[in-house]
């Protein structure tokens, strides 16, 4: 079984080989070396895992696509996709700050400003959006340098976590 | 003045908690209120009765007077608390109180109204011949003429809401250019936080040390200080680490800061618990810089080092008993306090609502969570984010740290996104471990305090994240056959067989 893990902040997918051995054992091949992974999954979406006799406790956390990995206090995030979820999501450009981009809601809130407006031209790193949330305001900023050809934000109304806001191309 | 029978406590979340907690020690019964957002809030359960004040926004709500004033009287609580923030620092609240027949437990309001506008607390202090930071003490009618204050007296400056508290309204500005946008910027935002959008503008010291002291008055003019608390540690002038003693602080500077706040205090007849906050310079000369007229969020490690429990001597006080003691107790140990947010440092602070899904909370001697949440609590998007406070106290500064360090690698908050581990990174950097570091610290040393990614682990957290992958798609797989009568991945086998399989 082959994976693509993107981490969070990186630009490319690291192919992972995943073989099941069986009894919560796993060979993992990634960047040409080899583990030997016992991963023993409890409840609460923790793992026990044990490499190369070190014992990890590891806690997931799943949030749409992207899973959180909590262990000995560091938390990775990752963007995993097997061969054929990569194929389907080519289009949508997850895994790629190319093409359309989707600027969501990373928490629900309440939109307070919108800074553009359909048709703007923006720079990467620019502004689009204000949410508020927990009496915090938080300025949602342009992935890449390109166009607004669509916005869903407005002034005053409250957003869902991962709420359309405006579309970048 | 008659004993104290019944509180209601006009707050939520490990605050409102915290006061029931003595309460009940003491036999005194609480009330709890609470809004459309927190019926399932802890401290509902807490109290023994619990009113309900309104819709989410606490503006509709927790600030309402008269709802509160009413949950009062309906229940018959004979003295109100109002914790920190919502109305804890409204001096016309506590007169409705008063006009109610009900004990508010804090300073009187001419204490508040002497301290709580800023500018008027400035200009008080300073005819108390208390040192102040250099700055206005007057709201400006215009920008211009802001703008021309804050050039003559130099860049950079701090802009601050007159009202205000919590980092609120507040900007450092840096250069003339950047004056208008930063000016319009902390009006709006005070006049949302405070509804009172008056700002006015101070000299910005650089690198100075925030040092705050506890005070404390009964109603018998008795005034004494508790020590102080280093709160340092901030990010966008919100606190974020506090501990005491202080590291910089000598017994001297100690006593005649402490000297100062009591000076402070008695100008204004305070009553209660109360903070007098100074900034310290590289030459360790110490400014005024506001009194808060309430319990404050780091009581905690006062109470450690001091051992006293503070919300009790609240309420003794407003019932009129003389203070215990009559100096302050000499400090024992070190207490650090962490605050737990509900926020993502690594995207901006990004502020992380929603449902807690698993929650472990750390334990073992001299270790205290003050906390308002539990596992399946969703935490609001209408209230501030801090979710818990952790403290510690050991015989030093250094097994301190160490305490705070391992109580935070038992914290485990699942669902939401929480700073934790960026305080661990705080704890572990030299220049906190050096215990000389100064209110620029956390954003100075941004990068530093989120880069601290071991290469190992990351290693590890990739291959865990494929095993994630794997068993997730297995369980997908087991619980959603295909249409096709093909069990995907699982070999081909039947839906009908899997579901004899579950029945067995």
């Keep these: ?169 | 003045m008659p004993k104290i029978r019944k509180v209601l406590v006009a707050n939520r979340g490990e605050i409102a908690i915290r006061v029931m907690r003595t309460c009940k020690e003491l036999g005194i019964a609480t009330v709890a209120v609470y809004s459309e957002a927190d019926r399932a809030a802890l401290h509902v359960r807490t109290a023994d009765q619990a009113y309900f004040v309104g819709p989410p926004p606490s503006r509709e709500s927790y600030l309402v007077q008269q709802r509160i004033i009413d949950a009062a009287k309906q229940a018959g609580a004979d003295a109100i608390h109002p914790g920190y923030g919502f109305l804890s620092e409204n001096a016309s609240f506590v007169r409705t109180c008063e006009a109610a027949g009900i004990t508010f437990i804090g300073p009187p309001a001419s204490a508040m109204d002497a301290m709580g506008e800023k500018t008027r607390a400035r200009a008080n202090m300073i005819k108390a011949g208390v040192p102040v930071v250099p700055g206005s003490t007057e709201p400006f009618a215009s920008l211009e003429e802001a703008r021309v204050y804050a050039e003559k007296i130099g860049f950079p400056v701090m802009l601050k809401a007159a009202g205000g508290g919590g980092g609120k309204g507040m900007r450092k500005v840096e250069r003339i250019a950047d004056f208008d946008s930063s000016w319009r910027a902390a009006k709006s935002e005070a006049m949302n936080a405070f509804g009172n959008d008056a700002v006015y503008i101070e000299k910005y010291l650089e690198k100075p040390h925030h040092v705050e002291i506890q005070v404390f008055a009964d109603q018998h003019g008795n005034t004494i200080h508790l020590n102080e608390r280093e709160c340092s540690a901030q990010r966008r002038h919100q606190k974020v680490v506090e501990e005491t003693p202080s590291p910089i602080l000598t017994p001297e500077l100690r006593a005649k800061m402490g000297e100062v706040a009591v000076k402070a205090a008695k100008a204004v007849n305070y009553v209660g618990a109360g903070t007098v906050e100074f900034l310290v310079d590289v030459h360790r000369n110490f400014y005024f810089l506001e009194m808060n007229t309430r319990l404050q969020v780091e009581h905690p490690v006062t109470e450690w080092v001091t051992g006293l429990d503070l919300v009790a001597l609240q309420i003794k006080a407003a019932e009129g008993e003389k203070l215990p003691l009559t100096a302050a107790p000499e400090p024992r140990g070190h207490s650090i306090e962490v605050r737990v947010y509900a926020e993502d440092p690594a995207r901006n602070f990004m502020p992380s609502p929603g449902k807690i899904t698993y929650l472990r909370v750390p334990g073992g001697p001299n270790v205290r969570d003050d906390s308002g949440v539990f596992p399946g609590y969703t935490v609001p998007n209408f209230y501030d984010p801090m979710i818990s406070k952790l403290s510690v106290w050991a015989p030093t500064r250094r097994e301190a740290i160490a305490r705070a360090q391992r109580a935070l690698s038992e914290y485990v908050v699942k669902g939401i996104t929480t700073n934790i581990r960026y305080l661990k990174a705080i704890l572990a950097h030299p220049e906190f471990i050096g215990g000389d570091y100064d209110t620029s610290f956390l954003t100075r040393e941004h990068e530093a305090l989120l880069g601290v990614e071991d290469a190992k682990l990351s290693e590890m957290a990739l291959l865990a994240s494929a095993v994630h992958a794997y068993q997730r798609d297995q369980k997908r797989a087991k619980t959603l056959p295909s249409a096709s009568g093909q069990g995907g991945g699982t070999g081909g086998v039947s839906p009908w067989k899997l579901a004899l399989r579950t029945r067995r």
């Design chain 1, 1 to 169: 079984m082959r994976y693509f893990t993107k981490q969070q902040g990186q630009k490319e997918a690291l192919p992972v080989d995943l073989e099941p051995l069986g009894n919560d054992k796993y060979r993992l091949t990634v960047g040409g070396k080899t583990y030997e992974v016992d991963a023993l999954m409890l409840e609460h979406g923790t793992m026990t895992m044990l490499v190369d006799g070190q014992s990890y406790g590891v806690e997931f956390e799943e949030n749409g696509d992207e899973v959180g990995v909590l262990l000995r206090g560091q938390v990775n995030r990752f963007d995993v996709a097997d061969e054929r979820r990569l194929r389907l999501r080519a289009g949508n450009a997850a895994f790629s700050v190319e093409g359309k981009q989707l600027v969501t809601a990373p928490m629900p809130g309440k939109v307070v400003k919108v800074l553009v407006k359909v048709g703007d031209e923006v720079k990467e790193g620019q502004g689009l959006v204000v949410v508020e949330a927990m009496k915090m305001e938080n300025e949602l900023k342009s992935p890449k340098a390109g166009k607004v050809t669509e916005l869903f934000a407005k002034e005053g109304t409250a957003v869902e976590n991962n709420a359309k806001l405006v579309v970048v191309e």
